[in-house]
């Protein structure tokens, strides 16, 4: 293969699992293993450093340097910022979790003991707005 | 608002009638209507504004939120008719969510 060529494969597969990721966030398999996107970029990363063993041309730097910064934002993104530290547990199985009362969009005050001896509770829990 | 959407997709109509999903989160209730529309479908959304239940169920990301506001950890409980939870999803690492296939299942054996 040319070193254009794999510039150009590198490309693709940086973009492409950009765009694929972007579009099965819901599908759960996909979602759940972030890790994918980072091997993903590091495989670009890694077809664009043979670009530019074979060929020191412009476009083979510009493909190993998309491939890199996708790869540590990727990295940067899953191992730092989407980590959650630890926090004590209150929630337990076989226990029960604090009662509350809160509003809820018709301006109601719903509380979860309501739903004791009436009906099973999934509860979501979501940081919201984003 | 992945996890909902996926939730209320496999949730068939009786089990929906059978079950209470309940959304918790600092959105005020506009915000979560807009939501609640946007889904089609009738979970109750409940606002935690000042994150007070939130931080009472150990759930808040420190700093976790743009401009370092805390935020809530992620989280779903499966709560049987007696309260108990039954089934619990925490994860580090908030682009991960549980399963809606798993949440049905542990619903499902209760």
């Known amino acids: ?130 | 608002m992945a996890e909902l959407q996926g939730l209320g997709a496999a949730l068939s109509e009786a089990e929906r009638a059978g079950v209470e999903v309940v959304a918790v989160s600092p959105d005020r209730n506009e915000q979560s209507q807009r939501l609640a529309n946007g889904l089609h479908v009738n979970y109750r959304f409940l606002a935690d504004p000042d994150l007070s239940v939130t931080r009472s169920y150990g759930l808040i990301h420190r700093r976790g939120g743009p401009g370092g506001v805390d935020v809530p950890r992620p989280a779903t409980v499966v709560l049987d008719r007696d309260g108990v939870v039954r089934w619990l999803s925490l994860s580090d690492n908030y682009q991960i969510r549980p399963d809606p296939g798993d949440v049905l299942r542990a619903v499902r054996t209760l």
């Open chain 1, 1 to 130: 293969m040319t070193s254009g060529r794999l510039a150009l494969l590198s490309v693709v597969i940086a973009v492409g699992t950009v765009v694929a990721y972007a579009l099965l966030l819901g599908v759960p398999s996909v979602r759940n293993h972030p890790e994918g996107y980072v091997a993903a970029f590091a495989i670009a990363a890694t077809v664009a450093g043979l670009a530019v063993a074979l060929r020191r041309r412009w476009y083979a730097w510009l493909a190993l340097g998309l491939s890199l910064l996708l790869f540590a934002g990727g990295a940067y993104i899953n191992f730092v910022l989407a980590r959650i530290p630890a926090e004590p547990t209150v929630l337990r199985v076989g226990e029960r979790p604090p009662d509350f009362t809160l509003t809820d969009a018709s301006g109601r005050q719903v509380s979860l003991a309501e739903y004791r001896g009436k009906k099973p509770v999934v509860l979501v829990f979501y940081r919201g707005y984003w």
